[in-house]
């Protein structure tokens, strides 16, 4: 009796946290979109972006590089009679799931979001709320919130299948390798997005 009254107690507690960090990320979606912040959701990724972005533009920059895809991924991804958020989110799964085969590390149940501003300086300014230090990345990936960030004026396939690397590395191992080995690494995935299966 005591085991089973233990058991329920732990439960109870469990989706009792599990409640409280939903709800919580609710609340974030929430507050941003009131503020013009777009989110779109698949299994695996989020994609956010401001209201007023030109997704034709975002589309052709994730569509520069050509890499081997089954039937169906090309199709969603390619075919106009889907909408344009749509084949946007297949070619980022596209992409995920190309950066995990080629560093042939699949980390369980992982997701990440993307976060596009207009521009650099919007960015770097998302940077300095984060670290309160000044840098100028293209993009970057923060792990403790499993976000890589970007812009319209960097935003591409390339930059993504990089920092989608960093995601899948330090989702990976137990322990983060260093910085130093992930940059290796990362780079080994972009340049090898091309190569065939």
């Not at 650099?120 to 709320?129: K, N, T």
Request: proline share 3%.
């Amino acid at each position: 009796m005591k085991i089973r009254l233990a058991g329920l107690i732990i439960t109870g507690i469990l989706i009792t946290w599990c409640h409280a960090i939903f709800a919580e990320d609710a609340a974030d979606m929430a507050a941003e979109e009131a503020q013009g912040w777009v989110f779109r959701k698949n299994s695996c990724i989020t994609l956010i972006y401001p209201d007023d972005i030109n997704l034709k533009k975002l589309e052709a920059r994730l569509k520069s590089r050509c890499f081997s895809v089954s039937a169906i991924e090309k199709d969603m991804f390619a075919n106009p009679a889907y909408e344009i958020e749509d084949r946007i989110m297949a070619r980022l799964e596209s992409i995920f799931l190309r950066t995990k085969e080629i560093l042939a590390m699949d980390p369980p149940s992982m997701s990440m979001k993307i976060k596009v501003f207009r521009n650099r300086y919007e960015l770097s300014d998302e940077y300095y709320l984060i670290f309160k230090t000044i840098q100028h990345y293209r993009s970057f990936y923060v792990h403790g919130l499993k976000t890589i960030y970007t812009s319209m004026q960097d935003v591409s396939d390339s930059e993504i299948s990089h920092e989608m690397g960093h995601a899948v590395i330090d989702n990976y191992f137990t322990v983060i390798p260093p910085a130093k080995i992930a940059e290796i690494l990362a780079t080994y995935v972009d340049s090898h997005l091309e190569e065939g299966r």
